[in-house]
């Protein structure tokens, strides 16, 4: 194995082995798309999600269900003799 006395020669060698090589447009134009979807979903409140706000509203309408039955039977159990 060859003897590197500096990082320069050992970067030199890696350039001349390594040739920097250009995406292409179509993998530049998909990660783009990629990037701009993240940053859309990233600036929306993690509540304003649908993945978060379907069970949350399912949940404030079974209490309010709830509400309503429990509220229906006490003035039931208040109005009987």
Do not use: H
């Not at 798309?33 to 949940?59: K, N, S, Y």
């Amino acid at each position: 194995m060859a003897n590197f006395t500096s990082e320069d020669e050992i970067k030199e060698l890696l350039k001349s082995v390594c040739s920097p090589v250009a995406p292409s447009p179509e993998f530049r134009d998909q990660l783009l798309q990629d990037l701009t979807r993240g940053a859309e979903g990233a600036t929306r409140p993690r509540w304003r999600q649908p993945r978060v706000l379907v069970p949350i509203a399912a949940t404030l309408i079974s209490v309010a269900i709830g509400y309503g039955i429990w509220l229906g039977q006490a003035v039931e159990a208040t109005l009987l003799p």
